[in-house]
């Protein structure tokens, strides 16, 4: 299965949908939204005066600023803005400044070519960090034991602690983007396997922030939970929470969760895919706490 899956091109990330995060969510599966890694989508407004001001920002732009502008307004951008600044060079009379619009469409193509190259490069990049985690993950026969057994998780999210600095948006757009395609392909297992992964990243990513943020009363036990597999979780509250020589009780801990790890996981870009999964890791942990917290009232 491995070696069958990974022969498949990097997904496209125009838009990616995947399952969500934790199995024990419904799913919320929707058809992909594809595109060609060659071209620019766009969801502009067709308003004249909204291209005309991205148009004037580009033209009083450096060449240095140019890119970071067409970056910051990709989505913005399709064939009505060369349309328009056509428009704009048969209807100026003065052939100094037809020329200028000519120059400007240019550059503009040029920058833009540049940053789909460059955006292939990440997304390369990517596929290979997702596709290296997936071998670790894999039995020697290349194929998945689902649930992935514990060495095996023990293993990736060693190699997750290896790689975190570097796994961001790009490596959880991938990796949904995967499990995407493995569901449009009913590949089940595939998709389980993935969304493990991505546990196990938001696990790591977590307990990364940890330190200096937590009391030392609950960090210990927080700690233990997000090592253990989300299917463990219960057991593992009750026997940090609930023993006789329990540091913290459920209260404590679902204190800090909603208040000091809520409050760094709010402090991302807003709709980050990273802040995405780490908030759906977060919020099934604060679900699990609740219910103990409950037992023991």
């Known amino acids: 299965m491995l070696a069958a899956f990974l022969a498949l091109p990097p997904p496209l990330l125009s838009s990616p949908q995947c399952s969500p995060l934790l199995p024990w ?3 919320a599966l929707r058809p ?5 890694r060659s071209t620019v989508r766009c969801a502009a407004s ?12 580009l033209r009083e732009s450096t060449p240095q600023q140019m890119p970071q502008i067409l970056a910051a307004n990709m989505k913005n951008i399709d064939q009505r803005l060369f349309l328009r600044l056509a428009e704009m060079s048969d209807a100026e009379e003065d052939e100094f400044e037809r020329l200028r619009i000519r120059q400007l469409a240019t550059a503009v193509t040029s920058s833009l070519e540049q940053l789909i190259a460059k955006a292939d ?8 960090a997702v596709q290296t985690l997936l071998r670790v993950m894999a039995l020697p026969n290349g194929e998945f034991e689902v649930p992935v057994p514990e060495e095996r998780m023990q293993a990736v999210r060693a190699e997750i602690r290896a790689q975190l600095s570097t796994l961001d948006e790009g490596f959880v757009g991938t990796t949904k983007a995967y499990m995407q395609k493995a569901s449009d392909d009913s590949l089940e297992g595939m998709v389980e396997v993935l969304r493990e992964l991505l546990q196990a990243f938001a696990a790591e990513r977590l307990a990364a922030l940890v ?8 960090r210990g036990p927080l700690l233990a939970l997000l090592k253990a597999s989300p299917r463990a979780w219960d057991d593992e509250m009750r026997k940090q929470l609930t023993s006789a020589d329990a540091s913290c009780g459920a209260d404590e801990l679902l204190a800090c969760l909603q208040d000091q790890m809520g409050e ?4 991302m870009p807003a709709g980050s895919a990273v802040q995405t999964v780490l ?6 942990l604060l679900t699990r706490a609740r219910t103990i917290a409950a037992e023991e009232a």
Do not use: C, F, H, K
């Not at 760094?264 to 402090?267: N, Q």
């Open 32 to 36: 992909p939204a594809t595109r060609s």
């Open 264 to 267: 760094v996981v709010l402090g």
């Open 25 to 27: 969510a419904a799913p």
């Open 121 to 128: 490069a990440q997304l390369n990049v990517d596929a290979t």
């Open 211 to 218: 330190d200096g943020r937590v009391d030392e009363t609950v």
């Open 46 to 57: 067709g308003d004249p005066q909204s291209l005309d001001r991205l148009i004037m920002q």
């Open 279 to 284: 908030a759906e890791y977060l919020s099934e």
